[in-house]
């Protein structure tokens, strides 16, 4: 069973679009999160939620929100692409934020902006 | 949350211990160190993660000193198949959210 998922696994589109990227956790866990893996393989953590709620945005964009629909989803939403936001998309999720051990982290979406 | 250093990569053989040290100098009290490891195309993996002395499991092992200045990952008798990077990360436990550009470990035959 997978722990963490996310769809698309690759997405390609034009500068200008909107497009979400789904994820979703079967592992019980009240935390989620979305990071950015960019051309030089650094991993920013873009946002966390917890029991719904947004506790952390690191100075991303507001062309990027993230809709949690329940706790066990967290979707990232992103208006107007523009060629910089081509990376690689993590999303991971964690037991909660208070003496968490670790984060699981979904395979990444391909996101190439044309 | 602290800066950590790690070196960018490293080579090895198989059935060598590989040892992997990240620099953390401004470390808070409160601080926990984690190790991650990334494949290709996947998403970070954990490894193993302490606060002080030394941490086993059955991945690793996790040296971090009395002044918890710098920690090191030992990978016993590494293989092909741990080729990947490894990040080290300083922060409040369950909070650790600064990935730096971590070490690139090749394993060679």
């Known amino acids: 069973d997978t722990a963490v998922s996310q769809t698309p696994k690759y997405l390609v589109t034009q500068m200008g679009n909107d497009k979400s990227i789904k994820c979703e956790q079967n592992?019980?866990?009240?935390?989620m999160y979305w990071y950015k893996q960019d051309s030089k393989k650094f991993l920013k953590i873009m946002f966390s939620?917890?029991?719904?709620?947004?506790?952390i945005n690191e100075t991303v964009p507001n062309r990027f929100s993230p809709k949690s629909p329940d706790k066990a989803h967290l979707n990232l939403h992103i208006n107007s692409l523009e060629l910089g936001d081509s990376a690689v998309y993590f999303c991971?999720?964690?037991?909660?934020?208070?003496?968490?051990?670790?984060?699981?982290f979904g395979p990444g979406t391909r996101l190439l902006v044309l | 949350l602290a800066k950590t250093t790690q070196p960018i990569s490293m080579d090895s053989y198989e059935g060598q211990e590989v040892n992997i040290t990240c620099s953390h100098n401004?470390?808070?009290?409160?601080?926990?160190i984690t190790w991650y490891q990334q494949f290709p195309s996947q998403g970070p993996r954990f490894i193993i993660q302490?606060?002080?002395t030394k941490v086993t499991n059955e991945v690793a092992s996790l040296f971090i000193p009395a002044d918890r200045k710098s920690s090191t990952l030992s990978l016993p008798r590494v293989s092909l198949s741990d080729t990947a990077v490894y990040y080290c990360?300083?922060?409040?436990?369950?909070?650790?959210?600064?990935f730096g550009p971590g070490t690139r470990l090749s394993v060679l035959p």
């Open positions: 991971a999720s964690s037991q909660d934020l208070a003496g968490v051990r670790t984060q699981y």
């Open positions: 592992l019980g866990h009240d935390t």
């Open positions: 939620y917890n029991n719904k709620e947004l506790i």
């Open positions: 401004n470390i808070a009290t409160n601080d926990y």
């Open positions: 302490g606060y002080k």
């Open positions: 990360l300083v922060g409040v436990k369950g909070q650790n959210f600064v």
